[in-house]
C-alpha cells in the first residue's frame, strides 16, 4: 500500500547546527509534499511544501530538496533555535491525489 | 489558522456509547478530513469529504462515522464499535479535494475512556 518512510525519528542538535530529516514514499503518482511543524498539545502547521516540477524550495531557515527518481525528500533546518524544538512531519499525496499520507514523525530537540 | 474550530477540547467516552466530535470551518473550503493520532504514530486519516453530501473512507474507518451536510461542516463520531478510542482527533481543511492543496489544522480533540 502507499506509505510514507521518516527518518529519524528523534533528532537533537545543537543551537545554531543544522538539522535534516528524510523522508521516502511508495508512489511515484505523488506529486505534493508538504512538512508540517507541532508543537506540543497544539495543530500541525504547514512550514513548507514543494511539487512534483520542483526539485528545491527554501525560505529562510529552512529549505526541501525533492528527489523524485530516488523517491525521497528532505527538509533541511539551518541555524536551529530552541523554537525550533517540536514534532516534524512529511506528507505525500496519494495516488488518487485526493489526500496526504503522512509519516510517523520526527522529534526536533534544540540544546543551547 | 483560526478558522477550524474543534470542540470539544477534551472529551470522554462510557463503555457501550457514542461520542461526536465536532468540525467548524469558516474558510469556505471544499475538502474535509479527520485523522487520529497516536503517540509515535504520526497522523491516520480516518475519512475524508471532497464535497458537500459525499465522504470517502480512509485508512482506519472501522468504528467511526462522519457526515457532511453543509460545507462548513464535518462531525466526526465515534461509536461503541470502536474498542481503542483514546487519541488525540484533528480535523483538517483545503481549499479543494486535490491532493495537492495545503491542508489547515484544527486545534484538536483529546478523546479518552471512563
Known amino acids: 500500500g502507499e506509505n510514507v518512510e521518516q527518518h529519524p525519528s528523534t533528532l537533537s542538535v545543537q543551537e545554531g547546527d543544522s538539522a535534516v530529516i528524510k523522508c521516502t514514499y511508495s508512489?511515484?503518482?505523488?506529486?505534493?509534499f508538504p512538512w508540517y511543524k507541532q508543537e506540543l498539545g497544539k495543530r500541525p502547521q504547514l512550514i513548507i511544501d514543494?511539487?512534483?516540477?520542483?526539485g528545491e524550495k527554501k525560505d529562510q531557515r529552512i529549505a526541501v530538496t525533492l528527489n523524485k527518481t530516488a523517491k525521497h525528500f528532505s527538509l533541511h533546518i539551518t541555524e536551529t533555535q530552541p523554537e525550533d524544538s517540536a514534532v516534524y512531519f512529511c506528507?505525500?499525496?496519494?495516488?488518487?491525489?485526493?489526500?496526504?499520507?503522512f509519516g510517523k514523525g520526527t522529534t526536533l530537540s534544540v540544546s543551547s | 489558522d483560526g478558522g477550524i474550530t474543534q470542540s470539544p477540547k477534551y472529551l470522554f467516552r462510557k463503555e457501550g456509547q457514542n461520542v461526536t466530535l465536532s468540525c467548524e470551518q469558516n474558510?469556505?473550503?471544499?475538502?474535509m478530513y479527520w485523522y487520529r493520532q497516536d503517540p509515535g504514530q504520526g497522523l491516520r486519516l480516518i475519512y475524508y469529504?471532497?464535497?458537500?453530501?459525499?465522504?470517502q473512507k480512509g485508512d482506519i474507518a472501522e468504528g467511526y462515522s462522519v457526515s457532511r451536510e453543509k460545507k462548513e461542516s464535518f462531525p466526526l463520531t465515534v461509536t461503541s464499535a470502536q474498542k481503542n478510542p483514546t487519541a488525540f482527533y484533528l480535523c483538517?481543511?483545503?481549499?479543494?479535494?486535490?491532493?495537492?492543496?495545503?491542508?489547515?489544522f484544527g486545534d484538536g480533540t483529546r478523546l479518552s475512556i471512563l
Open positions: 483538517a481543511s483545503s481549499i479543494d479535494g486535490q491532493g495537492h492543496q495545503p491542508q489547515h
Open positions: 508512489d511515484s503518482a505523488s506529486n505534493y
Open positions: 514543494i511539487r512534483s516540477n520542483v
Open positions: 506528507a505525500a499525496s496519494n495516488q488518487a491525489g485526493t489526500a496526504l499520507i
Open positions: 474558510l469556505n473550503h471544499d475538502a
Open positions: 469529504s471532497q464535497i458537500v453530501n459525499d465522504f
